[in-house]
């Protein structure tokens, strides 16, 4: 078939499609794609258009013919383009040579023309410069606070060091001073636990061992450093429980859990509520949440930090990486998206797709004969679209039957058929001819120069298209900047009615792990995994074994005055003095008593008595007899002579008449005692009311 009578075909077939002349329709349309590839390429992430000394290799210095003069979507390229092409090497880890990240062969077998991307691309002359414009505020503020921290504490290291040297003879005074031992008050402050995971750890400990008293105040202990470390009191042994609670006045969600814990402490403190397991857990339950808040609001906090670490971006998890060299693809899905387009990369595997939509398969993408056949099954079946750029081998299928080569046209202009106004242009390099040596005919073409050779195709395919470009730099970032080069890709997408999505296949596809052990069996990672599990199991053993019988640290602690007074009545039973211990008990007995009952004026013992057996009912006889005794032994309590035993009790065992007298100064104790009791909760009532 000659040409007139392809571009008659091509005529009726678009006589009950597309318009062949351009309406103000297409021209608007036109603009709006144009907005679209300016607003997306006057991101500073895109260098090649805003820096004009950027690098370009010798096949992205191809365009620069094309991009001669100046460009409204990429200022600086033009003045790139007058620098000479720089070769710059290409990365071993990138996996464009022919095989994927995994090792897999790529399709062809054949390095792809894509050039390096921005993180390979080095410049041919140093320059340092620190860029924060991928980060957000909030992680700018971090970073430079921790730099100013970081220098802070480097410089006072250093003034520290400089300045520590002192006066010879204040370092000889200090080495004449005789050496002291801590003090009682340094060795408790020593002995305090400040820790508050410990303390709820020790608090638990002791309501194991049925020690309910010292577990809460283990755990109340804990609550007062967990607040005292969030400055919201201030430990000091000067206030008391009540100034704690009051502290809290700003914080009254913490104030009424606070008193309410209080309570409960200082009723087992103060001897109201005897200690036991359900008052414990009642203060235990309350106490936990306190201390925790600070913890949860430490790692909401560095949850935010991480969400918040980098400038979020529109679009979806493209948007965050992509190549955004000239070469790459990333300003091509972004406009994609502005157009209306659901665009991705598509990272897991390629298979034929359930639904319809429009895949860009790029060189270097893995593809075996099986998935082709699904694919052109998936075209002709659910109306799909697959759109092949630049492609080293073509499949041998019998419904497209091409193959590239290389094409003798100098021209860069490119024609559509179906729009005698679009000016597209794409460097010369290569055309597509029949697998028999023969012009394509097709439905749609894009013809290249005065020889009209073909640079691309849209093929029916049952349901679906088949779109064949014979250079994939026309899905490339640079190719953007190129007049209508923008439009006649999304003229070719927009040929499948149905094609409103795009996945763009290339080198990277189903290259990654599918499961977390074929990723570390494709990094050789596993002798590494293997060695930290054996140190794991070591530090276990190390630390979890036990090589002797466990037993719980001693409690280090203050003795309270019970401790001291049965040590002290322990000292008077090995001595026996039980009579100068009831001596020294009547005398503070009997001040008390007098402090008490004695009102009249009187002085002596038979007042006493008389006010001492009205208060408690006693005859006055019985209460005037022990007085008396209780008298006598505080006429006998000398301590040169009570400390002392007498010379009938020094030998191996005690004489009767001393088990006696024993026995009779704990009466004596015991009597006194009573009246002590007796005349006590009349006064306390009476100071009560």
């Given at each position: 078939m000659s040409r007139r009578a392809r571009l008659f075909a091509a005529l009726v077939a678009l006589s009950a499609g597309a318009p062949l002349a351009r309406d103000a329709r297409a021209e608007d349309e036109e603009k709006n794609v144009h907005f679209s590839v300016r607003d997306v390429l006057e991101d500073d992430r895109y260098r090649f258009c805003h820096e004009d000394d950027y690098p370009l290799t010798p096949e992205e210095h191809a365009w620069c013919p094309i991009i001669a003069g100046s460009s409204d979507v990429c200022p600086e390229l033009p003045a790139a383009c007058t620098l000479p092409p720089v070769e710059l090497s290409r990365s071993a880890v990138s996996g464009r040579g022919g095989r994927g990240a995994s090792g897999k062969p790529r399709a062809g077998g054949a390095p792809t023309d894509r050039g390096p991307t921005e993180d390979e691309r080095r410049r041919p002359w140093p320059e340092m410069r620190v860029d924060l414009s991928g980060m957000s505020f909030f992680a700018s503020v971090l970073f430079i606070g921790l730099l100013v921290v970081f220098f802070g504490g480097v410089i006072h290291a250093l003034l520290k060091n400089l300045l520590r040297d002192r006066a010879p003879a204040e370092e000889a005074k200090e080495e004449r001073a005789p050496a002291r031992g801590p003090t009682l008050e340094e060795t408790a402050r020593r002995e305090v636990e400040t820790d508050v995971q410990r303390l709820l750890a020790r608090a638990r400990s002791h309501a194991a061992r049925g020690d309910h008293a010292r577990a809460i105040d283990d755990a109340y202990a804990a609550l007062l450093r967990r607040l005292d470390g969030d400055g919201?009191?201030?430990?000091?042994?000067?206030?008391?429980?009540?100034?704690?609670?009051r502290s809290l006045r700003d914080r009254p969600d913490l104030k009424g859990a606070m008193r309410s814990i209080v309570r409960d402490v200082e009723g087992v403190q103060f001897g109201v509520t005897p200690p036991s397991e359900p008052i414990f857990r009642a203060v235990m339950d309350r106490v936990v949440p306190l201390v925790s808040r600070a913890l949860?609001?430490?790692?909401?906090?560095?949850?935010?930090?991480?969400?918040?670490?980098?400038?979020?971006?529109?679009?979806?998890?493209?948007?965050?990486?992509?190549?955004?060299?000239?070469?790459?693809?990333?300003?091509?899905?972004?406009?994609?998206?502005e157009q209306g387009f659901k665009a991705r990369r598509r990272g897991e595997a390629l298979a034929a797709p359930d639904r319809a939509l429009a895949l860009v398969v790029l060189p270097g993408a893995t593809i075996d004969d099986a998935t082709w056949k699904d694919l052109f099954a998936w075209v002709s079946d659910k109306g799909g679209t697959l759109f092949l750029a630049g492609l080293p081998r073509l499949p041998d299928e019998v419904e497209l039957g091409l193959r590239v080569a290389q094409d003798a046209e100098t021209s860069t202009a490119l024609a559509a058929d179906w729009s005698r106004g679009l000016r597209a242009s794409l460097p010369p390099g290569k055309r597509l001819v029949e697998a028999n040596g023969d012009e394509p005919e097709d439905l749609y073409m894009i013809l290249r120069g005065e020889s009209s050779s073909t640079a691309g195709v849209v093929r029916r395919l049952g349901e679906g298209k088949v779109v064949v470009i014979a250079d994939d730099r026309l899905v490339s970032n640079v190719s953007l900047a190129a007049p209508d080069n923008a439009q006649l890709f999304l003229d070719l997408l927009r040929f499948a009615p149905y094609a409103t999505e795009v996945e763009i296949v290339d080198e990277w596809t189903g290259v990654g792990a599918e499961t977390p052990f074929e990723a570390v069996r494709e990094a050789n990672l596993w002798p590494v995994i293997a060695q930290l599990f054996l140190l794991l199991a070591l530090l276990y053993l190390w630390k979890g074994s036990a090589f002797a019988r466990l037993r719980d640290p001693p409690a280090a602690g203050r003795r309270a005055f019970a401790d001291h007074a049965r040590a002290l009545g322990l000292a008077y039973r090995r001595a026996r003095a039980s009579r100068h211990a009831a001596g020294l008990y009547a005398s503070w007995a009997l001040d008390r008593l007098r402090e008490r009952v004695h009102r009249s004026g009187r002085r002596g013992l038979i007042p006493l008595a008389e006010a001492i057996a009205a208060r408690t009912g006693r005859p006055e006889a019985e209460v005037m007899r022990v007085l008396v005794e209780a008298s006598g032994a505080r006429e006998d309590a000398a301590p040169a002579s009570s400390l002392r035993a007498p010379e009938s009790a020094r030998g191996a065992r005690p004489s009767p008449r001393a088990r006696d007298g024993a026995a009779a100064d704990l009466e004596l104790v015991r009597e006194l005692q009573g009246f002590l009791d007796a005349t006590g909760q009349r006064t306390s009532d009476r100071k009560t009311t």
């Amino acid at each position: 078939m000659s040409r007139r009578a392809r571009l008659f075909a091509a005529l009726v077939a678009l006589s009950a499609g597309a318009p062949l002349a351009r309406d103000a329709r297409a021209e608007d349309e036109e603009k709006n794609v144009h907005f679209s590839v300016r607003d997306v390429l006057e991101d500073d992430r895109y260098r090649f258009c805003h820096e004009d000394d950027y690098p370009l290799t010798p096949e992205e210095h191809a365009w620069c013919p094309i991009i001669a003069g100046s460009s409204d979507v990429c200022p600086e390229l033009p003045a790139a383009c007058t620098l000479p092409p720089v070769e710059l090497s290409r990365s071993a880890v990138s996996g464009r040579g022919g095989r994927g990240a995994s090792g897999k062969p790529r399709a062809g077998g054949a390095p792809t023309d894509r050039g390096p991307t921005e993180d390979e691309r080095r410049r041919p002359w140093p320059e340092m410069r620190v860029d924060l414009s991928g980060m957000s505020f909030f992680a700018s503020v971090l970073f430079i606070g921790l730099l100013v921290v970081f220098f802070g504490g480097v410089i006072h290291a250093l003034l520290k060091n400089l300045l520590r040297d002192r006066a010879p003879a204040e370092e000889a005074k200090e080495e004449r001073a005789p050496a002291r031992g801590p003090t009682l008050e340094e060795t408790a402050r020593r002995e305090v636990e400040t820790d508050v995971q410990r303390l709820l750890a020790r608090a638990r400990s002791h309501a194991a061992r049925g020690d309910h008293a010292r577990a809460i105040d283990d755990a109340y202990a804990a609550l007062l450093r967990r607040l005292d470390g969030d400055g919201l009191i201030e430990i000091h042994p000067s206030r008391t429980n009540g100034d704690y609670v009051r502290s809290l006045r700003d914080r009254p969600d913490l104030k009424g859990a606070m008193r309410s814990i209080v309570r409960d402490v200082e009723g087992v403190q103060f001897g109201v509520t005897p200690p036991s397991e359900p008052i414990f857990r009642a203060v235990m339950d309350r106490v936990v949440p306190l201390v925790s808040r600070a913890l949860a609001l430490a790692l909401v906090v560095f949850g935010l930090s991480a969400a918040l670490s980098c400038t979020p971006h529109a679009g979806g998890g493209d948007e965050g990486g992509g190549d955004r060299s000239p070469s790459g693809t990333q300003a091509v899905l972004e406009v994609l998206k502005e157009q209306g387009f659901k665009a991705r990369r598509r990272g897991e595997a390629l298979a034929a797709p359930d639904r319809a939509l429009a895949l860009v398969v790029l060189p270097g993408a893995t593809i075996d004969d099986a998935t082709w056949k699904d694919l052109f099954a998936w075209v002709s079946d659910k109306g799909g679209t697959l759109f092949l750029a630049g492609l080293p081998r073509l499949p041998d299928e019998v419904e497209l039957g091409l193959r590239v080569a290389q094409d003798a046209e100098t021209s860069t202009a490119l024609a559509a058929d179906w729009s005698r106004g679009l000016r597209a242009s794409l460097p010369p390099g290569k055309r597509l001819v029949e697998a028999n040596g023969d012009e394509p005919e097709d439905l749609y073409m894009i013809l290249r120069g005065e020889s009209s050779s073909t640079a691309g195709v849209v093929r029916r395919l049952g349901e679906g298209k088949v779109v064949v470009i014979a250079d994939d730099r026309l899905v490339s970032n640079v190719s953007l900047a190129a007049p209508d080069n923008a439009q006649l890709f999304l003229d070719l997408l927009r040929f499948a009615p149905y094609a409103t999505e795009v996945e763009i296949v290339d080198e990277w596809t189903g290259v990654g792990a599918e499961t977390p052990f074929e990723a570390v069996r494709e990094a050789n990672l596993w002798p590494v995994i293997a060695q930290l599990f054996l140190l794991l199991a070591l530090l276990y053993l190390w630390k979890g074994s036990a090589f002797a019988r466990l037993r719980d640290p001693p409690a280090a602690g203050r003795r309270a005055f019970a401790d001291h007074a049965r040590a002290l009545g322990l000292a008077y039973r090995r001595a026996r003095a039980s009579r100068h211990a009831a001596g020294l008990y009547a005398s503070w007995a009997l001040d008390r008593l007098r402090e008490r009952v004695h009102r009249s004026g009187r002085r002596g013992l038979i007042p006493l008595a008389e006010a001492i057996a009205a208060r408690t009912g006693r005859p006055e006889a019985e209460v005037m007899r022990v007085l008396v005794e209780a008298s006598g032994a505080r006429e006998d309590a000398a301590p040169a002579s009570s400390l002392r035993a007498p010379e009938s009790a020094r030998g191996a065992r005690p004489s009767p008449r001393a088990r006696d007298g024993a026995a009779a100064d704990l009466e004596l104790v015991r009597e006194l005692q009573g009246f002590l009791d007796a005349t006590g909760q009349r006064t306390s009532d009476r100071k009560t009311t």
